[in-house]
C-alpha cells in the first residue's frame, strides 16, 4: 500500500484495498492453501482425528479437480491469495464509521434499525436490546429437543450425530469448491430437529450465541426427523460487505419420512465476491424440500440448490429469483433427482437483468430408472430492461422412465412500453413505474418470503432500479 | 470483467472446412455425449471409407437447373462451413454436389423431389447445394431411401424475398446410419419452412441449423419422428438471429415405442446484440408409449440483447393423458383405437402443415402401420 500523509487518500486505500482488514488480523492470516493452513484450522478447532482426514482429503481432491469450464469465467480466481481462515471478530468491521460509504447509505435506504446495524457490522457478540428475545427463543427450541447451534459447536458437542451426516448429501469430491469447502470450512449452522416436532418461528442464524455469523467457507448441515418441519432462513437482505473475493458454502440437508424443510436465502455480497456454492437435500418418503432462493449481490454466482427425491411421494420445490446489475452474471438454477416412484418436483425462476449484467438459469430434471409416475414442471421467466443486457436459459431434462410427465417453459421479455406509459399517465415517475413492474413481475416469489425479507427485497429492487432509466 | 473475455456464446459451435480442426469425438464432448458413437461405422473417426453409394436421383420442376458439379464449384460450401466433425469428414470426402437452382422471381409449377437412395455396400458422402434466388419461390422434398451409411451437408440459400419449403424424410431400412446438417440461409425478407419426418434407420442425427443475412427473415421448422426398439433419432437444432426483425417457429414432436428406443432434441437460439426485435419460440414433445424408451430433450437460450420482441421456449416429455384415454373410452371407443386417435391427433395436428399431398398421405399412413405395431 502507498505510504503517505494525507489522511483522506489513506481512507481511499482501505477501502480499495479492504476496509476490514487492520495490520494486525491482515498479518496474522496467512494467503494461501497448503496442507499447513488446513491443519491449522483443524487444530485451532480442537477437531477430532477423523475431521481432520477428511479436511486433508478435501483438501487433496480440490487440487485434483478441474475448475468447471461451463458457466461463468472463473480463471480470473486467484485461490493464492485468499485467506482460507480468519477469526470473524478480526474479519468484521469494529465500527459504523468504518463501512464503505455507499454500503452504509445502503443500510440507511434500507432502514435497518440501529441494533440490527450494530449486529452486521460486529457479529452478535455485540450487546443490543433484541438479545433477551433471542433468548427466550432458544430456551423454547430446547425444551423441544432442538439442537441449533453453530457448525464448529455442533462438531464438539454432539459428534456422533454430527459424523453420521456431514458429508453423506454432499461428498468430499463432489465437485472442485465442495472439495475446498471441506478443507476449510468453518462457521455455518448446525440443526437437528427431533421427530413430529414443528418450529412455528424461521430459524435465523442470529438466534444463536457466539456465532460467527457470516463465514468465507460456511458449513451449514440440517436434519429435519420424521414428520417434522422447520424453516431456515440464511444471512440476510442487507448487503454483506466482505474483502474475501471467494465465498464457497456447504449446505447439507436431510428430510426424512414425512418432514418438511424450507430453507430461505437472499444473498446480497457486495459486487467483488465469487459466490460459489454447493447446496443440497435428500427428501425421504412423503417429505418435502423447499429451497426459496434469492441473488441480489455477488459479481459472479453459481448456485443451484438441489433435491434428490429418495423416497415414494417426497416432493422437491425450488423458487429462485436473480436480479444481475453492471458487471455481475448471476447463473443460477436448481437441480432436481427423482430417484423413488411418484414423486414431483417444481422449479419457478425469476430472473432480471439491466446494465450490461446476465442472468442464466441452468437446471437439471433427471428421472430414473424406476422413478415411474413421477412428475416435474420447470418453469424460467426472464425480465430485460434494457438493450444490453443479456439472459441465458440452459434447462436440461433427463428422462429415463416412461411413465412421467415432464414439462418445461421458459419466456425472455422486455418490459412493455404499454405497461411503462400506464403507470406514467397515473403520474409515477419512469423509475418508479419500472421498479413497480420488476416488483411485480418477483410478486410470487416475494410472497412466499416471511413479511420482513419480502418489504427489504422490493426496497432491494428499488434499489437495483434506481437509474436504470434514462 | 471476464464477462467480455468469454466467447460471445457458448452455443454457437466452431466452424471450419479442415478435418483436422476437430478432434476425433470421444462421446464426452457437449455435442456428441448422446449420440452413440459405436453405432456410427466410422463416420467420425475416418475409419468409413467412401466405398459405398448413395445415389441422388432428381425429379424437378420444369423451371429450376439441376447440375451436377465437381467439388471446386464456386457454389459449393458458401453459405455453411462445417461445425462438427462429421459434417468436416462429409465436406472434404464427397466427390460430387448436386447444385438446383431456382432462378430470379419464379415460381415454380410442381416441387422438386429430390431421392437419395442408399445402395448398402459400404459408406458414402454428398453435398446438395439449393439456391432459391430473389423473390423466386419453390418447394423441395428430400427423400432419403434404402440403406446407407451416409453422411452429408445441405445447403438452402434462399435469396431476397423468396420463399422456400423443404420437406426432409428419412425412411431409411433399418440398418441405416445417417448424419446430416441441413443449413439455411436467408437474406432480406426471405422465408423458409423446414418440414422434417424421420421414420427409419439405425441412428439418424440431423442438425438443421438456420442462419440470416438480412432483416425480416422468417423461419418455420417443424418435424415429427417416431422412435421404434432399439432406434436412435437425434435432432439438433440452431437458429442464429444476428439481423434484426426476424422470426423463426421451432415445433418437433414425437412418439417413442419400445426397449431402448431413444429420441433426442437439442433446440439452441442465439440472439445476437444485433438482432434487435426478434421474435422466437421453441418448442418440442415427446410422447413415450412404452417402457424403456428413453427421451432427452434440452431447448437452450442466448440472448444478449434486450429489445426483443419476444422469446420462449417449452418442452415437454410425458405418456398418453389417462383423462383422453377415459374420454374416448366412456363414449365408447376402445382402448386400442382411442390410444391411436390421441398419437394421431398429437402427429397430426403436424402432419397437416406439409403441402405436397402425396407426401403428407405416405407419412400419415407411414404414422398409422407404426401405431398398429
Known amino acids: 500500500m502507498t505510504v503517505t500523509d494525507r489522511p483522506e487518500l489513506e481512507g481511499l486505500g482501505n477501502y480499495k484495498f479492504g476496509w476490514a482488514d487492520s495490520d494486525a488480523a491482515g498479518a496474522a492470516a496467512k494467503r494461501g492453501l497448503s496442507e499447513e493452513v488446513v491443519r491449522n484450522i483443524s487444530a485451532l478447532k480442537n477437531e477430532p482425528e477423523w475431521m481432520l482426514d477428511l479436511r486433508l482429503k478435501g483438501l487433496r481432491l480440490f487440487g485434483k479437480k478441474p475448475l468447471p469450464t461451463w458457466g461463468s469465467d472463473l480463471t480470473a480466481i486467484d485461490f493464492d491469495n485468499i485467506k482460507y481462515f480468519v477469526r470473524s471478530t478480526e474479519k468484521q468491521a469494529a465500527s459504523w464509521e468504518e463501512l464503505p460509504e455507499d454500503i452504509k447509505n445502503t443500510y440507511d435506504k434500507l432502514g435497518i434499525p440501529e441494533a440490527e446495524k450494530q449486529r452486521l457490522i460486529a457479529g452478535v457478540a455485540a450487546q443490543y436490546e433484541s438479545e433477551v428475545v433471542y433468548h427466550q427463543i432458544r ?148 417429505a418435502t424440500m423447499e429451497w426459496i432462493d434469492g441473488n441480489i449481490g455477488s459479481k459472479v454466482t453459481m448456485k443451484y440448490p438441489a433435491v434428490y427425491l429418495m423416497g415414494e411421494h417426497a416432493k422437491g420445490e425450488t423458487l429462485s429469483v436473480a436480479f444481475a446489475g453492471e458487471g455481475q452474471h448471476q447463473d443460477a438454477g436448481s437441480k432436481m433427482v427423482h430417484l423413488a416412484p411418484h414423486t414431483s418436483s417444481s422449479v419457478i425462476s425469476k430472473s432480471v437483468a439491466r446494465g450490461g449484467g446476465r442472468t442464466s438459469y441452468r437446471g437439471l430434471v433427471q428421472i430414473e430408472e424406476g422413478a415411474h409416475g413421477s412428475a416435474s414442471t420447470v418453469k424460467c421467466d426472464a425480465l430485460l430492461v434494457d438493450q444490453i443486457s443479456r439472459s441465458d436459459t440452459y434447462p436440461y431434462v433427463d428422462v429415463r422412465e416412461d411413465d412421467v410427465s415432464m414439462g418445461h417453459e421458459a419466456t425472455v421479455s422486455k418490459v412493455s412500453e404499454d405497461q411503462l406509459f400506464y403507470l406514467m399517465s397515473r403520474g409515477l415517475g419512469e423509475d418508479e413505474a419500472m421498479a413497480m413492474i420488476v416488483r411485480g413481475f418477483v410478486e410470487p416469489i416475494a410472497r412466499e418470503l416471511p413479511m420482513e425479507y419480502a418489504l427489504e427485497l422490493n426496497r432491494l429492487i428499488e434499489l437495483q432500479m434506481e437509474g436504470a432509466v434514462g | 470483467m471476464g464477462l467480455n473475455e468469454k466467447p460471445l456464446s457458448t452455443l454457437h459451435e466452431k466452424s471450419s472446412y479442415n478435418l483436422d480442426d476437430f478432434e476425433v469425438p470421444t462421446g464426452r464432448e457437449e455435442q456428441w455425449r448422446f449420440t452413440p458413437l459405436s453405432r456410427l461405422k466410422g463416420l467420425h473417426n475416418g475409419t468409413a471409407a467412401a466405398s459405398g453409394h ?146 427409419g434407420g439405425d441412428l439418424v442425427r440431423l442438425s438443421p441449423s438456420v442462419s440470416y443475412t438480412g432483416p425480416g427473415g422468417d423461419a418455420d421448422m417443424s418435424g415429427v419422428y417416431f422412435v421404434d426398439a432399439k432406434q436412435h433419432l437425434e435432432h439438433r437444432l440452431l437458429v442464429d438471429h444476428s439481423e434484426p426483425n426476424c422470426k423463426s417457429n421451432v415445433d418437433y414432436r414425437g412418439a417413442l415405442q419400445g426397449e431402448e428406443a431413444h429420441a433426442v432434441w437439442i433446440g439452441d437460439v442465439i440472439i445476437r446484440v444485433a438482432a434487435e426485435g426478434t421474435d422466437t419460440y421453441e418448442l418440442n414433445r415427446n410422447l413415450i408409449l412404452t417402457d424403456g424408451a428413453r427421451a432427452d430433450s434440452v431447448p437452450n437460450l442466448e440472448i444478449l440483447t434486450g429489445e426483443v420482441a419476444g422469446a420462449g421456449h417449452a418442452s415437454t416429455s410425458g405418456r398418453l393423458d389417462d383423462e383422453h384415454l377415459f374420454y374416448l373410452q366412456a363414449r365408447g371407443i376402445p382402448f386400442d383405437e382411442a390410444r391411436r386417435l390421441v398419437i394421431r391427433g398429437f402427429l397430426g395436428q403436424l402432419i397437416e402443415k406439409i403441402e405436397v399431398e402425396s407426401i403428407r398421405e405416405r407419412v400419415m399412413s407411414a404414422v398409422e402401420a407404426e401405431l398398429a405395431r
Not at chain 1, 440440517?222 to 466482505?242: L, W
Not at chain 1, 436431510?254 to 455480497?269: F, H, M, P
Request: charged content about 20%.
Open chain 1, 139 to 286: 430456551e423454547d427450541l430446547e425444551e423441544k429437543g432442538v439442537i441449533f447451534v453453530d457448525t464448529d459447536t455442533g462438531l464438539r458437542e454432539h459428534e456422533e450425530l454430527f459424523k453420521e451426516y456431514f458429508g453423506s448429501v454432499i461428498p468430499v469430491g463432489d465437485n472442485k469448491f465442495a472439495a475446498l469447502n471441506t478443507a476449510t470450512w468453518s462457521g455455518g449452522s448446525f440443526i437437528y430437529v427431533p421427530p413430529n416436532t414443528t418450529i412455528d418461528i424461521p430459524l435465523q442464524a442470529y438466534f444463536r450465541i457466539n456465532t460467527e455469523n457470516m463465514g468465507q467457507f460456511e458449513r451449514t448441515l440440517i436434519i429435519v426427523d420424521e414428520n417434522s418441519y422447520v424453516h431456515y432462513v440464511e444471512g440476510c437482505t442487507a448487503p454483506i460487505y466482505s474483502s474475501d473475493s471467494l465465498h464457497s458454502a456447504v449446505v447439507e440437508i436431510i428430510v426424512k419420512k414425512g418432514a418438511r424443510c424450507r430453507y430461505t436465502t437472499i444473498q446480497n455480497w457486495s459486487n467483488n465476491v465469487y459466490n460459489l456454492v454447493t447446496k443440497r437435500a435428500v427428501a425421504y418418503e412423503g
Open chain 2, 54 to 199: 448413395v445415389i441422388v436421383d432428381v425429379d424437378a420442376a420444369p423451371e429450376v437447373t439441376v447440375e451436377t458439379v465437381g467439388r471446386d464449384d464456386a457454389r459449393v460450401g458458401k453459405a455453411y462451413v462445417p461445425a462438427d466433425r462429421v459434417s468436416a469428414q462429409a465436406y472434404n470426402s464427397f466427390e460430387k454436389a448436386t447444385v438446383i437452382t431456382v432462378p430470379r422471381e419464379v415460381v415454380t409449377s410442381k416441387e422438386t423431389v429430390i431421392t437419395l437412395t442408399g445402395s448398402g455396400d459400404g459408406a458414402a458422402y454428398g453435398h446438395i447445394v439449393i439456391k432459391v434466388e430473389p423473390m423466386a419461390e419453390a418447394i423441395v422434398v428430400l427423400d432419403h431411401k434404402g440403406s446407407a451409411v451416409y453422411a452429408d451437408n445441405v445447403e438452402f440459400v434462399v435469396g431476397d424475398g423468396a420463399r422456400l419449403k423443404v420437406v426432409s424424410l428419412q425412411d431409411w431400412a433399418a440398418d441405416a446410419v445417417h448424419v446430416s446438417h441441413h443449413h439455411a440461409q436467408l437474406a432480406k425478407d426471405a422465408t423458409f419452412s423446414s418440414f422434417v419426418v424421420t421414420l
